[in-house]
């Protein structure tokens, strides 16, 4: 097959100094033969990523960077890089090493091949502690479970997408962007390749427990209103339950005359909490959904750039 064809890599990048150089060591030997462009997208990075990146791109014109003005957030950094990538193909991977750079070859083929998605899929992830692993095997089922769009398991967001898609998304009005979900729900053809995971290069992690569970809220939201229907769900339930309580007690009390009002205090504290919790998840759910509708009013850019190099 032929490598006449331009391979964009696109890589969101946060405080990543000592990332840089360990990354475009291994990565540029594997892009060097096809006609290749690298976006770095620097997310309000504050150490000196910014000036690293910057003084790469002035020696290699095929390198280029964007800079924010202040953190948007990894989706956004992403969505900024599908905005300038120019290539028939487009990678995004992260800068901390975590996901290799050897395999972008057996990419690129699946996708000459056809693919218009080839996902990155982790096979080992030795390197990761028993909660890593455990919240992001729940995070996949339980996405999976309430939204509408099954989302691949064991991906993240290194993957190759198609120019056809890349302009799909491109074209995309909605602010709130979930781009695991968003590639999915297209339906195209999708392929994949497999790695070990390997251990972070330098730096720590800016994925914290709760940025997993507000990013998993945001997919869930993003494409689904199942929580929205198991609250009814749940409210019908719950009025039920307590219809067939009320009955029951007053069967006991008025014909059978069996057992007390007082002494149920304490369940009946039990179920005022417990309804009371219910109401309370309920009305966050219908706010993060409001949240949303109000975000898309308002219309603001998804992001502001402070500088451009090469582009």
């Not at 976006?39 to 910014?50: E, H, L, N, Q, V």
């Not at 695991?180 to 800016?206: I, N």
Request: proline share 4%; charged share 20%.
């Amino acid at each position: 097959m032929t490598n006449n064809f331009l391979l964009s890599v696109v890589i969101p990048v946060y405080n990543e100094e000592n990332n840089i150089d360990p990354l475009l060591k291994r990565l540029l030997p594997v892009v060097k033969n096809y006609n290749f462009e690298i976006i770095f997208i620097s997310d309000g990075s504050k150490d000196k990523t910014d000036e690293v990146i910057k003084s790469k791109a002035k020696k290699d014109p095929s390198i280029k960077f964007v800079s924010f003005l202040r953190n948007f957030g990894h989706q956004k950094a992403l969505t900024c890089g599908y905005n300038f990538a120019k290539g028939d193909c487009v990678i995004t991977i992260d800068a901390d090493l975590q996901d290799p750079p050897e395999v972008i070859g057996q990419m690129v083929k699946k996708w000459q091949n056809g693919a218009k998605i080839v996902y990155a899929k982790r096979e080992k992830r030795d390197v990761d502690n028993f909660i890593k692993k455990l919240t992001a095997f729940l995070f996949y089922k339980f996405i999976n479970f309430l939204s509408d769009t099954p989302i691949p398991t064991d991906v993240g967001d290194y993957r190759l997408i198609d120019r056809e898609i890349v302009n799909f998304l491109n074209n995309l009005p909605e602010k709130s962007r979930f781009l695991r979900g968003l590639v999915a729900w297209g339906g195209h053809p999708a392929s994949y390749v497999y790695f070990k995971r390997e251990k972070r290069y330098a730096g720590v992690t800016h994925y914290t427990f709760s940025k997993m569970l507000n990013f998993a809220l945001e997919g869930i939201t993003s494409f689904s209103v199942k929580p929205l229907r198991l609250s009814i769900y749940f409210g019908f339930f719950a009025s039920f339950f307590s219809v067939i309580v009320i009955a029951t007690k007053s069967v006991q009390h008025f014909i059978l005359n069996q057992g007390d009002w007082l002494p149920g205090w304490a369940s009946l504290f039990f179920s005022i909490v417990f309804l009371g919790g219910v109401q309370l998840i309920t009305i966050g759910l219908i706010g993060e959904y409001v949240g949303k509708i109000y975000q898309e009013i308002q219309n603001r850019p998804q992001y502001l750039i402070k500088e451009k190099v090469n582009l």
